[in-house]
């Protein structure tokens, strides 16, 4: 399973590293709901938990692509999609657990958003924090 981690941006501007303290968090949520499922068959929990990394999800990503537009960058539109595409597979995650599908079911599902989740961070916000870097870089050069 990817590991999420936030990406240590210490060499960042700040809103980049803002950023990075919610995959923090994120990354603090999808243990808690993966202990939680380990645990606990009762539904309540699962439900409060889903409901946490969604609304979180929403607000980062929503955070994610403010930071964006403001920044121009260039590649917006296919990371929003993105994380359209992952609220969707949220979604679908949730109706797996409301509909008490199989362990295995709902364990391939929940490893599935991890992966997804580990490489979007890795790979399309690294993208995007590299362009804010090369930004503040010009910026200084031109100061
Ligand atoms: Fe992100
Ligand atoms: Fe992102």
Known sequence: MTKIHALNLTQYQLNARELDQQHDYFEQLIERLS??????NASIHRET????????????????????????????KAHKAQHRELLGALEKFESKLDTSQSKASVDNAFTFLIDWFGEHTATMDKLFFDFLMRQKLSGDNRE
Do not use: G
């Open 35 to 40: 202990k939680t499922l380990i645990q606990s």
């Open 49 to 76: 938990i889903m409901i946490e990394l969604n609304s979180f999800a929403r607000f980062h990503f929503i955070s994610e692509e403010n930071l964006m537009k403001l920044a121009n960058f260039p590649d917006y």
